[in-house]
């Protein structure tokens, strides 16, 4: 059974890299955010018809690598052979989607909503702002005002729903520790 761990939370706050450094420890793969590829290709103007597309995108990656992890015996789920699924890990899922769409846009594409009913994920790892700000051509929102309302707005989302999730905050070592901990307890039961 695969099983998908879903990294969270505002921009620049460490959640590609938690995700690499994830699937390396776990000698596993992941899926980079979508909407990165496509704003670099199409530029930072986007619009809402945009994030349709983006988060259409997100979810053909993630079904893509999905596929490959499964079909590919290369992967091993890690060190252990007494496991009995694989685990992918995803940067960014229709949670970010729909923060995003409703904080720029007021409003969400309802096939997001029901993307968020119908696909299944196994943990959340909510990544903090207590990191410094990586400006790039990318970000929008460099301050910490905004940063910390979108933040608890994903809090907020995971609070209300039932998969297990984890707050990642602290520097990059103890970021990887405290996701690799929660795997560990929540989907490796160590």
């Known amino acids: 059974m695969l099983k ?35 704003l670099q290709k199409n530029g930072t103007n986007y619009t809402y018809e945009d994030l349709k597309v983006i988060a259409k995108g ?4 993630e079904d893509e690598y999905a596929l490959s992890l499964m079909n590919n015996a290369d992967f091993a789920p890690n060190a252990s052979d007494d496991l009995d699924h694989k685990m992918l890990f ?9 923060i995003w769409a409703e904080f720029v846009f007021n409003q969400c594409p309802p096939f997001v909503i029901e993307e968020i009913a119908s696909r299944e994920y196994h ?25 910390d ?18 707050d990642i905050s602290g520097n990059a070592a103890e970021r990887l520790a405290k996701a690799i901990a929660a795997v560990d307890q929540f989907i490796l039961r160590k």
């Open 4 to 38: 998908k761990i879903v990294a969270i939370g505002p921009e620049s706050t460490g959640k590609s890299t938690l995700c690499e450094l994830l699937a390396k420890h776990y000698r596993t793969a992941w899926v980079p955010e979508y909407a990165r590829e496509y």
């Open 58 to 61: 997100q979810l053909d990656e």
């Open 90 to 98: 995803v940067d960014t899922d229709m949670y970010v989607m729909k």
């Open 123 to 147: 943990l959340y790892l909510l990544c903090s702002t207590d990191l410094p700000w990586v400006a790039d051509d990318l970000r929008e929102y460099p301050d910490l005002e905004t940063r």
């Open 149 to 166: 309302k979108l933040y608890y707005m994903y809090k907020d989302l995971l609070v209300n729903q039932t998969v297990p999730w984890v």
